[in-house]
Each structure stands twice: as C-alpha cells, then as structure tokens.
C-alpha cells in the first residue's frame, strides 16, 4: 500500500485556473502575460512540469490570449504539474506570489488528457465602455448593423489582405441602459471564437463608428462547447465557417514561395566542383613561371 501511494502521488497532475485580469495589467502582451505566470508558478517552489527541448518551458494553456488595452473577468488558464498536490495548497501557494491586478478566482483539477481549451473554445462575451455626445445615434446605429446581412472588413492576414463578411460572427449585440444624456454608455457584445471565423470586437467597434469614442473594453465571459449554456448562447446551427465568412470573389492567394536552400547548396558545390583545385607543386610551379 505505501509504494502505491507513493506511485500516484508522482502521476502527473492538470490544473485548470479561471483568472481575472484588472486594469493595472490591460496594456502588457499576451508574451509578458505568459512570463508573469511563468515567473509566479516558478516563486511557488510547485512541482511544474516542463516541456522537453533546448530551451524547457512550463506547461502552460490559454484559452485566448487577452489583446492589448482589454482586460479579462474570467480568463481561462491551464498548467500542469509534475506531481499531484492539493488544489487548495496549490491555489493558496500560486495567490501570494501573483503580482497586483490578477486574482484567481477558482481552481480546479481536470483529467491530464483532456482537450485542449482552444479546441473548445466557442465565443466570448464583451463590455465596451463608450463615451462622447455623439453617441446619441449609438441605438440605430446597432440596429442598421443587425439589418445587414453582409457586413465586408479586410484586415492583413499572413502578410496578405484577407477580406471577410464580419456579420456572420456577431450573435449578439446591445446597449445596456442606454442614455443619450449620461457621461458613459455600455455596449455588449458576443462573437463566435471559432478557428477560422473569430470575430473581433475592435472591427465591430470600428464599423458602428465608436472607435475613438470607446474608453475600455472587457472579455466578460469565454463559452466553451463542454458547457451545457454554450448551445445556447451559440446554437450549432448559428456558427459560421471560414467558408462561409470569406469572399468568394476574393482573388486566390498567391503560392507560397519555398525555399531551395538545398538546391542552391547542391548548385554551389557542383561550381567549387568543377573549379581545378591546384595542388601545392602546381602552386609553386605558378610562382616561378
């Protein structure tokens, strides 16, 4: 009996962490957002499991990186440890060494090989804090934008510009309490997550006209499809492909240029090939003719 005990406390053991990210924190990169978990994890003295290669890196999974500027009231996080531990240890080891603005708020343990968060990843749900006295017309302008059935944006995608139809990905759009008189308006918004056919709340933002008007944005929830609400808040039949969004009149992409290093190499070395190498006699022969 001790030697299983021992046996399972050494299994490898998958944590999954739902976070909120404040305002202190909205203007660091998904990149500096990845070290400050890293560098926490690390002052834990926890047993984290780490990747394999030249350069070893904690197991670590987001959901969706959080973009610059917004902040996040339910991000979703994965880590992984190299040994089971309590959860509650773990949590209460991990909140003393997280730095001001970033506050778990559950902690749970999920089977090592579950599916990754991004492959369930559906849609997320916004807040856009707008203010200006232009905003009286912010009503009709959503309802003109629900109306459309095609909404065209074109953004680089790849080096290539890539155009797409942005109203497929909305499911849902609406001011909150609207008030054409007050100092501050709040518009929520919920677009799909799907690979391929994301859409982003900075273009929705652009295409209603609010985009220098728009103070603050927050990711207030993340769907994910083992969830029992998510069908409906996006029902199956609602969820747009990459297909379905992308021009069909757009022209075709042009062909990845490959790469022939090995070719010129192979080239290169057939030239030296045929260049007469002199021998060390044939060299001094040289010099006294």
């Not at 046996?7 to 203007?27: A, D, W």
């Not at 997550?193 to 859409?199: D, I, L, P, Q, R």
Request: proline share 9%; charged share 30%; glycine share 6%.
């Amino acid at each position: 009996m001790p030697d299983q005990e021992t046996g399972s406390q050494h299994e490898p053991q998958r944590l999954r962490v739902v976070y909120s990210r404040g305002e202190v924190l909205r203007f660091i990169s998904h990149k500096d957002e990845f070290r400050m978990w890293e560098r926490a994890l690390r002052r834990t003295m926890l047993p984290v499991a780490y990747k394999q290669g030249f350069n070893p890196q904690p197991h670590i999974q987001f959901a969706a990186p959080l973009a610059v500027g917004c902040c996040g009231r339910a991000e979703h996080m994965d880590f992984r440890l190299s040994e089971r531990m309590p959860v509650v240890q773990v949590e209460s080891r991990l909140k003393a060494k997280l730095p001001p603005g970033v506050s778990i708020r559950s902690m749970q343990e999920i089977p090592v090989k579950s599916q990754p968060l991004q492959g369930l990843l559906t849609g997320a749900d916004y807040r856009i804090r707008v203010v200006a006295p232009e905003t009286a017309t912010g009503p009709q302008a959503v309802q003109e934008f629900l109306a459309r059935g095609t909404v065209w944006r074109e953004r680089e995608r790849k080096g290539h510009p890539y155009r797409y139809n942005l109203r497929p990905l909305v499911h849902h759009l609406a001011w909150t309490g609207f008030d054409a008189t007050g100092p501050c308006h709040n518009l929520l918004l919920r677009v799909q997550m799907v690979e391929g056919a994301t859409g982003r709340p900075d273009e929705v933002v652009d295409e209603l006209g609010l985009s220098e008007h728009a103070l603050a944005l927050e990711r207030t929830r993340l769907y994910f499809a083992n969830e029992p609400d998510t069908d409906i808040a996006f029902p199956p039949d609602t969820l747009a492909s990459q297909a379905d969004v992308r021009d069909p009149h757009a022209p075709p992409r042009p062909p990845r240029r490959q790469r022939r290093r090995g070719r010129r190499r192979k080239q290169e070395g057939n030239v030296q090939a045929q260049q007469k190498v002199q021998s060390f006699s044939d060299k001094a022969a040289d010099e006294f003719r």
